[in-house]
């Protein structure tokens, strides 16, 4: 499968903020926009090895197989995370220990992927089962519940509901802030909010990063108590749920907003991550120079040249890293109390964060693109049903494998429209050398296929791309127009979604 253009260069590629052969090979860079750097695929091949090197005390009973009776569902979703955690090693500096922690208790997919880059498509997706290419749910201003297919879909946390579940959340599960009131028993603010306020500087400190009309677009640290948080409140509540009595299996939703922006989080979590010692993404000065005009039309480059003009780039990256691991904390705390808690051994923990998240990596920023950036994020399986503790699975899988997944590890039957796969066999055998690809879209007709080694991507007006990630984890390299991958494409091409419907509802002007 590999290109023999390619023959050769596994092993030469350097890392560690050195300049590699390939690139020597093309032209010596300009510089590097920053120092220290890093490359970020660099940590991940340690996940495999060492995820699940400890698991925290008062814990063990979490790794029980599956059992007769239905085992209750803990649903964990992060808002905008990237793989800028500990056990995927997206980032040296990251500190994610309870993250961690869940890994080294149940199976980490190392290459997991969302449907879409953005919340509304990928949080559809996720809970209704079904392809943003099959229902048209392509961007985050559609109202899902007005789709002609989805308008009675059943949802993820209904089909529990209707299989004897009670089904309870609170945060922000489904994107916005209705918390779809069908899909719950009970939801916590109410059943039209799905969390909290958030809390804002006064309007006359705004913007903290001084970026003018920054908007969302900001980041700094604040000077309240984490309990001041909603983040904070939503664990507290869910953390209430967990020790209430149960006549019947629950399935208890926790949704995290932060890292989404605004960067707002208490100061000590700025203070982890000292701005002299911080490290940066290693950056290609004319990465977009070989992606096609869709692809860099999805570039927001306006907000890279922001951050570069107002030298934000640095307290962008430590605003970002203090997010998530505020977020990180809150995971925690709910993570503590189902282990001291009557539920213990018989839930199923699921973790997963919506899409991925640029900072400055492809001169992009925020999600939206097609690039692995924004579509790799964080999944994990433990509790109930999940043996082999502490594994990692290589094999890519798509958050749209979660409804069909859970289906299974509960004893649910599964739904005729679901479009995407159980997960057990790999729960039970993570090193099953199976070959698979998967799908992200970000808008009507342009997809990316990710199979374990390569990235294609095929957009509307037929751009291509193709990255092989046994050499070039940063997607540096487009060898799209390589004659010896031909092959290659037409593999990859195959995994293509052949339905690609109109918007539905159509987008706004």
């Known amino acids: 499968m590999a290109c023999p253009f390619l023959v050769g260069l596994a092993g030469k590629v350097g890392y560690n903020g050195r300049v590699c052969a390939v690139a020597a090979s093309k032209e010596e860079k300009k510089g590097s926009m920053q120092s220290p750097s890093f490359s970020r695929r660099e940590f991940m091949r340690m996940a495999g090895a060492g995820v699940g090197a400890a698991a925290l005390g008062g814990c063990a009973t979490l790794r029980t197989r599956r059992q ?29 220990p309870n993250i961690d922690r869940l890994a080294s208790q149940g199976v980490l997919f190392t290459n997991a992927f969302c449907a879409a880059p953005a919340c509304n498509p990928s949080r559809t997706a996720v809970l209704t089962g079904v392809r943003p290419s099959t229902s048209g749910v392509y961007i985050n201003k559609q109202p899902w519940r007005e789709n002609a297919m989805l308008r009675d879909a059943v949802t993820m946390p ?9 089904a309870l959340g609170s945060g922000k599960i489904f994107h916005g802030l209705d918390p779809d009131p069908p899909s719950w028993d009970a939801y916590w603010p109410s059943m039209t909010e799905a969390m909290p306020p958030e809390l804002t500087p006064p309007k ?33 509540w869910v953390i209430e749920q967990l020790h209430r009595p149960y006549d ?33 993404p290693n950056v290609k000065e004319d990465d977009l120079d070989d992606v096609p005009p869709m692809g860099r039309a999805m570039a927001r480059t306006h907000d890279n040249a922001r951050v570069l003009k107002y030298g934000q780039w640095r307290e962008a990256v430590q605003g970002y890293l203090a997010s998530i691991t505020f977020a990180d904390a809150c995971v925690g ?29 492809k001169l992009h920023w925020r999600k939206y ?60 055998d993570p090193a099953a050398g199976v070959e698979r690809a998967v799908v992200t879209t970000n808008g009507w007709n342009n997809h990316s296929v990710r199979s374990r080694d390569w990235r294609y991507t095929r957009y509307a007006d037929g751009g291509e791309e ?16 390589e004659p010896t991958c031909t092959g290659v494409k037409r593999e990859l091409a195959g995994w293509l979604p052949k339905e690609n419907a109109p918007p539905d509802p159509p987008l706004p002007a």
Do not use: K
Request: with cysteine.
């Open 248 to 280: 019947r299996p629950f399935f208890l939703g926790c949704g995290i907003f932060r890292p989404h922006l605004p960067w707002y989080v208490p100061r000590e979590y700025f203070d982890m991550y000292p701005l002299e010692t911080l490290t940066l």
């Open 158 to 166: 209904q089909h529990f509901m209707a299989h004897g579940y009670t």
């Open 466 to 481: 193709l990255y092989d990630h046994r050499s070039d984890p940063l997607e540096w390299w487009n060898l799209a127009g």
């Open 68 to 96: 007769a009776a239905r085992p209750n569902v803990l649903f964990m979703c992060i808002d905008d995370l990237n793989d800028w955690t500990g056990c995927l090693g997206g980032h040296p500096d990251a500190r994610t």
């Open 369 to 428: 693109a097609l690039w692995e950036e924004a579509t790799h994020n964080v999944l994990v399986f433990a509790g109930a049903g999940v043996g082999n503790a502490g594994m990692a699975c290589d094999v890519p899988v798509s958050l749209l494998d979660l409804y069909s997944t859970l289906n299974a590890l509960c004893g649910l039957s599964q739904r005729e429209e679901l479009e995407g796969d159980s997960l057990v066999p790999l729960l039970d």
């Open 204 to 236: 006359e400190l705004l913007p903290l990063n001084g970026i003018p009309d920054a908007r969302q677009f900001d980041w700094g640290p604040i000077d309240v108590s984490n309990e001041a948080m909603a983040d904070w409140q939503v664990a507290d």
């Open 333 to 361: 705390r709910v993570l503590d109390a189902l282990a001291d808690s009557p539920y213990a051994g018989n839930t199923v923990v699921v973790l997963w964060s919506d899409h991925g998240w640029h900072l400055g990596e």
